[in-house]
């Protein structure tokens, strides 16, 4: 098979990927019809979770002709492990923060992505969340960067979600804080970011908020993600209950969705080139959602009876 006929049939088969994800998002939010019962299925489940699950969403950058870089938007929902606390042990090195801690596994992914606005955004994550059960699966968890809008959205579509701010994200903004005023690699920067972390991981969000105000970090000459330290942990205290959250088995990092951006996305759409056509790169995007989700022969099967 030459390449254009090749490249022919991968932009037809994702083009008709993408129109039919359009309509199970669209199916998946419409209003509720006179005499709909509760019970009806609007999307099919396919790998779906009984137990607890989780997640999460986050973007990446790709090159549009004629646009510049442009922000991919994309979900990961994954079944969650719990082992026990005594295999971490046995695995972990003794100086982890995490050695005393179940062990929390993330399996089963499965993907949507898209250049969507978050709005838009929100329909597929809430499409792909009833194509995996997360309506009734045992306990959910939405482990993000912090970013308001996937909050906004994780919240409106799956509201018994516990919303938790990933782990590394709240420990390197209190490392900037560190460094900017501080100083870069001064034993006292390192020892008041230890002592904050300290208090993080055991649920002390309250006295992380009370150091950060008296720095007085609202002055002009420090950069933004340091001046708004201090309304960033009070604003999501909440989603700091780290403590709480390791206790009982929940998730704390999002590696799993930042490892989709990579895997999912830049890994095919961000190589070196002139950069992709929007429609081209829509279509790409709905394909590698289903390839990475493990569907793809089920998305070539319900294509092909499409056009039959």
Known sequence: MSRDSLRRITEGWGQQ?????????????APGRVGESPRERRVAEVGSI????????DGGMILLRGEGWKEVKLTAISEVEVQAANIRAALADRSSRRAEDPLVLLKRHSYQAGLWQADTMALYQYSEGL??????????SSVNDGAPWIERITDLNFP???????????GERLWKVSKAVLGEQTAQGKQWAEQQLDHLWNGDVHQVVKDLEAMDLAQGAWPDEVRQAPGYFKSNQPRMRYDRFREEGYPIGSGTVESGIKTVVHHRMKRPGRGWQRNHAQAMLAGLSELHSGRFEQ??????????
């Not at 990927?17 to 939010?29: H, K, Y």
């Not at 998305?299 to 039959?308: D, G, I, K, M």
């Open 17 to 29: 990927v993408e129109q039919q994800r359009q309509e199970t998002a669209a199916r998946a939010n």
């Open 50 to 57: 009984k137990g607890p699950a989780n997640i999460s969403t």
């Open 131 to 140: 194509r995996r059960g997360l309506d009734h699966c045992q306990r959910l």
């Open 160 to 170: 018994n979600a516990v919303q938790i701010v990933d782990w590394t994200h709240a």
């Open 299 to 308: 998305a070539w099967r319900a294509t092909l009876a499409a056009s039959n």
